[in-house]
Structures are given as C-alpha cells and as structure tokens.
C-alpha cells in the first residue's frame, strides 16, 4: 500500500523508525506540537491535510494521534480510508496499549509524562516539559508574565487559583522509547520532578502500535474511517467511532 501518514512532532523519532520498518510506502507529515493547545485549529489543518491526498494515489491515511482534546473528532475520510489508534492520547502509543495505560491511571493518577521526542521539540520557552493533562504551559514562565503585567500580589492569587493542578499530581515518568540517546532528557525529568516534589520514575515504552499504524495492521486497537464518514468520541473502551456524515 501507499500510505500517508499524519502525526505529531512528539512522535518523529517513533514514526520515521516505523515508517523504515514498514512494509508498505509511507509518506510523514508531522505537525507542531503546539497545535495540541488549539485543538480547533489542530482539526483544521488536518481536514485540509486530508483533503490534499484525494486524487494523489494513497491507499489510507494514518493518523499518528490519539483522540487528543478531540482535535481528531470530526476529522472526514473523503476518498480513502482514514485510520487511527483507540487513544485518548499519545501516552497510550508511548506505552503501547490502552490497558497498559489503564493500569498505570489506576495506580497513579496523579501522573506527568515525559517523553524525549516531546521535550526536545516543544516549541518556545513558553511549554511545558511534561505530557500532562493536555499541553500547558510553563507555570514558571507564566508566573513572572503575570508579575509584569499585574505586580505580584495579583500574580500570586492568580497562580494560587491556577496552579492547584499541582496537588494532585505526585509522579513523574521518564518513558524510554530505546530510540536515540535520551540520558540528558531523563536527566531533566528527573530535576523537574525533584523541582516539584513528585517522585520520579523510568519505564520502557513500547512502539507496537506505532509500527501496527504505519504497517497496515490494523486490529482491534484502530478504528478504519470509510470515505464518507467521520471521527467522533466514543464513550467506553472503544475512545473513538466513525458516523456516516448523512446520517448526522
């Protein structure tokens, strides 16, 4: 097959490794990580994205996402299938099942993420360095703009009020994707943690269903969107749906 690809910058090294491997022809575009704070805009270009292929030979379009924020609910197949992993998010196809993120919600929800590819290629000094709930920005950062804008009184009530996220949180993960040389990103997730008083630990991560996306192999952990339907939220263990456009 002839496959084009769509995925995030938080996943290069993963996707290209995939895409090498891959038995089929694959073409990678990847978007800014950044996008994921705009996930109208992250729709946006990818619908544009997708709406380029028609006409140019590919076989499927594979999306490199999860469900994230539901930037990808709503996204059209128009002549080729569009498939895509049941994820919330990309930590899913860091670990590479949704069980296995399952259990580690379960044993600690209070959990930030850290993944090299994401660390290295954030953009501006204005993002975080974990994959949180979503991608937000650095609080530090934030901190000294509000006690120029407002003087400090203000800022310190207004971090008060925003920065209660940080009680429940209690763990940092370094998720070791064996790809590239990530020892000074682990080295900095270890200080950021150490930083905010959570404790810190290192887990393998897993590339299977990156390699299952980019691979055509497409079971049970993907949904196929056929020309003419679209994404939506599905609510249970399945993450995402198609619905045929004429019937909505």
């Given at each position: 097959m002839k496959l084009k690809c769509l995925g995030c910058h938080a ?139 407002y003087g400090k009184d203000n800022a310190d009530y207004l971090m ?89």
């Amino acid at each position: 097959m002839k496959l084009k690809c769509l995925g995030c910058h938080a996943l290069t090294r993963l996707v290209y490794l995939s895409a090498a491997y891959s038995h089929h022809l694959v073409d990678v575009t990847l978007m800014p990580i950044g996008l994921h704070n705009q996930p109208l805009n992250l729709r946006v270009q990818l619908q544009a994205l997708i709406d380029d292929t028609v006409g140019q030979g590919y076989d499927a379009i594979v999306l490199a996402y999860g469900l994230c924020g539901q930037a990808t609910a709503g996204l059209i197949a128009r002549d080729i299938p569009v498939v895509l992993p049941r994820a919330h998010d990309c930590i899913t196809l860091f670990l590479g099942s949704r069980t296995r993120y399952q259990e580690e919600f379960a044993r600690e929800p209070g959990t930030y993420w850290y993944v090299q590819d994401y660390i290295e290629r954030r953009e501006g000094k204005g993002t975080s360095l974990s994959i949180g709930a979503g991608l937000d920005t650095n609080i530090d950062e934030v901190y000294d703009e509000y006690v120029q804008k407002y003087g400090k009184d203000n800022a310190d009530y207004l971090m008060e009020v925003m920065g209660a996220w940080q009680h429940h949180y209690k763990r940092a993960v370094y998720i070791d994707m064996g790809v590239g040389d990530g020892h000074q990103v682990e080295e900095e997730t270890r200080n950021e943690a150490a930083r905010r008083g959570w404790t810190y630990e290192q887990m393998a991560g897993n590339l299977v269903l990156i390699r299952q996306l980019l691979g055509g192999e497409w079971g049970t952990d993907f949904l196929v969107v056929q020309p003419g339907e679209r994404i939506a939220m599905a609510y249970g263990e399945d993450v995402v749906r198609s619905t045929p456009i004429l019937l909505e």
